[in-house]
């Protein structure tokens, strides 16, 4: 099974940024797309963004216009350039790969550890 790892995760003030990265042990142009998911503290894991191995990009709509998700397949890599962070942004991050195009978690084949994100002043 592939194995993903996170970074980029930490402490960031109201409006700040952070760019979370994804190092996939496998190809990851051979997978449907790749997504981020997150988790909030006594809430369900939830899609935020995918892209699809043809670069179409999905995202949730509390995500649209702040953050961006892309990939370099050459590097076996999946990035999500948040800006504008909000605290209730404030989540476990994780990366995963998906079997299809749908940005839910029962499409998911893999996933990494998770990236702590947190917004606060």
């Known amino acids: 099974q592939v194995q993903l790892v996170e970074s980029g995760g930490g402490s960031v003030q109201p409006g700040g940024s952070l760019r979370l990265s994804c190092v996939a042990s496998?190809?990851?142009?051979?997978?449907?797309?790749m997504a981020w998911f997150r988790q909030a503290p006594g809430k369900e894991r939830e899609g935020v963004a995918l892209i699809a191995n043809d670069g179409i990009s999905t995202y949730a709509t509390f995500v649209k216009g702040r953050f961006t998700i892309s990939r370099d397949n050459a590097k076996n890599t999946l990035f999500l350039q948040m800006n504008s962070l909000k605290p209730e942004d404030t989540a476990m991050y994780y990366c995963?790969?998906?079997?299809?195009?749908?940005?839910?978690?029962?499409?998911?084949?893999?996933w990494g550890q998770g990236t702590q994100v947190t917004v606060s002043s």
């Open positions: 496998e190809n990851i142009a051979s997978a449907a797309s």
């Open positions: 995963a790969r998906m079997r299809n195009r749908q940005l839910t978690s029962r499409s998911v084949n893999s």
